[in-house]
């Protein structure tokens, strides 16, 4: 099994020539308006007109800015505060639901796996309301809270909150009893146990189930602002880059769309790549393996 | 009966290494895990690797399985190179079979189709035949009734057992044992090994058998090589004259201490060394 | 008249040795020693095999018996051998056996002790303290020494006649549930959701808190959804209801099917071919980071028809966790196994079928199961933010067109519906799995 070794330069060769084939296929296939018409492709506007297509442009890809377009407008939005801001309010409600969620799903995950009681009268309502997708609250959400800033906070709360919770029960629950008892031998409290096995030992599943949990933060953030930014009947946009997307395609500005979306995802990357190391720092006996 | 005799047509596994090499190069530090090794193994021969851990008898073994390359040097098995410095990794085949450390049966497979893996995959037996000769084997080796058990599901002692039989069952030229029996407890240890010599017995196949542990070699083997650690070679060869067919009896003997003490000067010797080089590592 | 005193002796000396008769009086010792025979077997002779009345149990007075378990019974280490003061035949003394669980041998020239169960029965309860003492200590050493799951090594009660008919598969299942019943679980269960609805009831409908008072209550939407002429429209007597389910099901079908389709092929090759994956991987990370959600405008333009981009976003969502998953598992995969296969003489396409693909399965399940989630997750935003039909859709007209609590229907329905095809999915991984699910339950046991 060939497994991930030291990256080497082949490695990042063939990474960079895949992705660049990646951005000349995209180039040429969403400039097929330019090339079908032209005498040599008249058997494939034949071939896409039969399978029901329109002959002007390749299907799907055909409707796709193509990168060079993308970068250009990419480029005329970095100067503008707009595009920052965008920026700026999504960042802000990730952190806002994600800290939240670390806030109350840790201590809750920590209490269930710590006493049975609360583990039997909670664990089942959670286990309930865990397959409701957190966009399907989003109506209730705004209905209840008094501000929409804080409605799509708490939908991206709800986001991380079931990934956190779930990884510190798993992660509590996996500690290996010997390290119990061995404590227990050497004269420890129960708040000793508890602070120097039960939290050290979950760490590193908090810390993967936070990565996951940021994942998911910035894809609920994105969905939150585009629903209630999206329809008008939801009250004023909020900005955001969610909303940014929206905009951008209301506004027929399809480049503007993809550059939203690069955004987001260099947004989301750097975000979960920050708390990986972030716990790599607080995991240090993890890295020997 | 020290050499066992082989019958006609049964005299294969003579295996020859020859001056071989393993220099590993982890980020240009050049790092030699064999060193001008030679080592020479009879037909039906068990001849015993030990070695402190780490000292690079597994590359060895490595190297004959066809797992890795050698830098220089040949290995031949019954006259024919299968590797050298022109070809420096050997083809992996059912001539040699090894058995793993941690066991490699596939745990989604139970444990009679395991056993058929090899002839089946080769298109040596119909699946019928394999399944008629898995089933004998497996009743030899006192397996009878784990047939159509997962190997999760079997204790770790029977687990190896099966193992062998799959090496068996393609008649191999050599069986290739690395460290088997590291995980198991002393007790279920000592029935392993008892139950080797019975399908030894039974099927005089050659056995280069990798080990840290003196004792279970010089139980076991007509042979012990004593290796040095990193790099790797054999420092001291020992015959080992005690008669075959042997027993748990054997351990209790006048000529097994005296084997013993001859030998673990040698063997604690080199362990001291790979320890004070481990904790220089560290 | 001598003789047979020495041999009694020496029965009971052996029976001594045996856990459960350890700590009885001599009395019931000197009893259970006279019904007991002793039988004499070569090397290789078998005492019984598996499935023959389990009418005595065996006591190892000397040499060495096999014992191997036939495998429904689970045991964690199916062959154990016995050498003296070992008990074995024990079956007869269970809850509802009456046949032997384990074909026993003889390795060794053996002298064994035969008692009857049902005498040895009848001897134990003449004494009942003792008796049961014994009987719980037969109990645990089934347990702890032949390592069979507690479950089978439950002792008859003394007192009770014996049970005739198999442990059957329902009994199972009902002994299995009146365990449950008897531990705090369902009650705290019941307390939970006690707790959740009842405050829920409380703060919206009998507090009216203030942000409360604008939510749904709890009767008016179980009110809602269980009349047969609803407010709003919507209830489990209106054939939208099912329209809406069936819409957003068969979405998911196909959006589930097409990724599961490409990302497990796409994934086993990530992960087998190091060639393909660096050629590949690098662009699908490149995508991945991107939330599905911010491809739904760019979807809608691509895609001319709404249907088609609520599908492929669904899709998009599966596509890239199944794949992931798929090629970790193949990663996951311990070279050795590669290795034996390589040695046993397996093709490369040999390893492919016989190694790669079974030894990736608990991987590419746990990613089905995770594709299966998303794979909702993004249907309804989809449907929320351009869906005709469909959950996501009613969650959303509902709050435009102010029913509230047309909204909780609906989450709730995406639930339930969320969670029935997450648990078809883990059914279809045990299938396919059973090697797994057999480790797991003796690991759990």
């Known amino acids: ?289 | 009966m020290t050499k066992p005799p082989r019958a006609a047509g049964e005299n294969r596994g003579h295996k020859m290494i020859d001056d071989v090499v393993k220099v590993y190069d982890p980020g240009g530090a050049a790092v030699m895990a064999v060193d001008h090794c030679s080592l020479e193994i009879e037909a039906g021969e068990i001849c015993m690797i030990v070695g402190p851990s780490g000292c690079g008898k597994t590359t060895l073994l490595n190297a004959i399985a066809g797992f890795h390359e050698i830098t220089s040097g040949r290995i031949l098995l019954d006259g024919e190179v299968l590797c050298s410095a022109e070809k420096p990794k050997a083809e992996p085949g059912p001539d040699r079979i090894v058995v793993f450390q941690n066991g490699a049966l596939f745990p989604w497979k139970t444990n009679l189709e395991n056993v058929i893996f090899g002839p089946v995959m080769q298109g040596r037996m119909t699946k019928s035949e394999a399944l008629d000769r898995g089933r004998a084997m497996m009743a030899d080796a006192g397996l009878a009734g784990v047939e159509h058990n997962y190997p999760g599901e079997v204790s770790s002692g029977m687990r190896r057992r099966v193992e062998i039989v799959r090496a068996l069952m393609n008649d191999p030229a050599v069986l290739l044992l690395d460290e088997p029996y590291r995980a198991l407890d002393s007790l279920t240890k000592s029935v392993m090994h008892e139950a080797l010599l019975e399908i030894y017995y039974k099927n005089k196949v050659t056995i280069f058998f990798i080990t840290h542990d003196l004792e279970e070699a010089i139980f076991l083997g007509h042979r012990v090589a004593i290796m040095t650690t990193r790099p790797c070679k054999p420092k001291k060869l020992l015959t080992v004259d005690i008669p075959h067919p042997r027993d748990y009896s054997v351990l209790t003997s006048k000529r097994f201490r005296e084997l013993m003490q001859e030998t673990s000067e040698a063997v604690h010797e080199e362990a001291r060394k790979a320890f004070q080089a481990g904790e220089k590592e560290g | 008249m001598e003789l047979a005193t020495e041999e009694a002796r020496e029965v009971s000396a052996a029976l001594r040795e045996a856990a459960p008769f350890r700590d009885l009086p001599e009395g019931l010792l000197a009893q259970i020693a006279a019904i007991a025979r002793t039988v004499r077997l070569a090397p290789g002779e078998r005492v019984y095999a598996a499935g023959q009345p389990a009418d005595s149990i065996y006591v190892v007075a000397s040499g060495r018996i096999d014992h191997v378990f036939k495998r429904e019974v689970g045991a964690r280490e199916a062959m154990k051998r016995i050498g003296r003061g070992g008990v074995f035949g024990w079956a007869g003394l269970l809850l509802g056996q009456t046949g032997h669980l384990a074909t026993a041998n003889a390795t060794e020239p053996s002298v064994l002790l035969r008692i009857p169960t049902e005498e040895l029965v009848k001897l134990l309860e003449s004494e009942p303290v003792e008796g049961k003492a014994a009987m719980d200590r037969f109990g645990r050493m089934i347990q702890a020494e032949f390592t069979v799951p507690s479950l089978l090594a439950q002792v008859r009660r003394l007192s009770g006649a014996p049970m005739t008919e198999e442990m059957s598969r329902l009994s199972l299942t009902m002994y299995r549930i009146s365990v449950w019943m008897k531990s705090p679980r369902p009650y705290l269960m019941l307390i939970g959701f006690a707790l959740f609805l009842g405050s829920w009831y409380l703060a919206v409908e009998v507090l009216r808190l203030p942000r409360f008072k604008d939510m749904p209550g709890l009767t008016t939407v179980v009110k809602e959804w269980t009349s047969p002429s609803p407010t709003y429209g919507l209830s489990i007597y209106t054939p939208e209801y099912y329209q809406h389910i069936g819409v957003s099901v068969w979405r998911v079908t196909q959006a589930f099917l097409l990724a599961t389709a490409l990302g497990v092929p796409l994934g086993l090759l990530m992960g087998w071919s190091t060639k393909f994956r660096e050629y590949v991987f690098p662009v699908f990370e490149m995508l991945r980071p991107i939330p599905i959600l911010a491809w739904v405008p760019l979807a809608i333009v691509m895609f001319i028809a709404t249907e088609s981009a609520v599908i492929f976003l669904a899709f998009l969502a599966s596509f890239f966790a199944t794949a992931l998953n798929t090629m970790l598992g193949v990663q996951s995969i311990d070279e050795s196994y590669v290795r034996a296969a390589n040695c046993l003489g397996a093709k490369r396409w040999q390893v492919f079928r016989h190694v790669i693909i079974p030894g990736s399965l608990p991987f590419i399940f746990t990613g089905l199961q995770i594709s299966i989630g998303v794979c909702w997750f993004s249907l309804v935003a989809a449907e929320m933010v351009s869906g005709q039909f469909g959950l996501g859709y009613v969650i959303n007209t509902s709050y435009v067109m102010v029913r509230y609590p047309t909204i909780i229907i609906g989450m709730v329905t995406l639930g339930l519906v969320g969670y029935a095809t997450s648990a078809l999915v883990r059914l279809a991984g045990d299938y396919l799995m059973q090697w797994r699910v057999r480790e797991l339950a003796l690991s759990e046991g």
Request: proline residues 6%.
């Open chain 1, 1 to 289: 099994m060939a497994r991930p070794r030291r990256i080497s330069g082949r490695v990042i060769w063939r990474g960079v020539l895949s992705v660049v084939i990646f951005l000349v296929l995209w180039e040429i296939g969403s400039r097929s308006k330019i090339w079908l018409s032209w005498d040599a492709f008249a058997p494939l506007r034949e071939v896409l007109g039969a399978a029901g297509f329109k002959k002007t442009h390749l299907p799907w890809i055909g409707s796709v800015p193509p990168p060079t377009a993308v970068f250009k407008a990419w480029m005329a939005v970095i100067g503008q505060a707009g595009y920052w801001q965008s920026w700026y309010m999504s960042f802000q409600r990730v952190l806002g639901g994600f800290v939240a969620a670390m806030l109350i799903g840790i201590p809750y995950g920590l209490m269930l796996a710590v006493s049975r009681t609360a583990h039997g009268i909670n664990f089942p309502v959670f286990e309930a309301l865990r397959p409701i997708p957190p966009l399907a609250w989003v109506p209730a959400s705004i209905i209840f809270w008094p501000t929409q800033e804080l409605a799509i906070m708490f939908i991206t709360f709800l986001g991380a909150f079931y990934t956190i919770v779930i990884n510190v029960v798993g992660g509590a629950k996996s500690i290996d009893g010997r390290y119990f008892q061995a404590a227990q031998s050497m004269g420890a409290s129960k708040w000793d146990i508890f602070k120097r096995i039960v939290l050290p030992g979950t760490l590193p599943s908090i810390v993967v189930g936070s990565a996951v949990g940021m994942g998911i933060t910035w894809e609920v953030v994105v969905a939150a602002e585009m629903i209630s930014g999206g329809g008008s009947q939801m009250g004023g946009s909020g900005g955001g880059l969610g909303f940014f997307i929206w905009n951008s395609y209301v506004g027929g500005s399809y480049e503007q769309i993809v550059v939203g979306m690069i955004s987001i995802g260099i947004a989301g990357y750097v975000s979960s790549e920050l708390l990986r190391a972030l716990g790599h720092r607080v995991t240090p006996w993890l890295r020997v393996r």
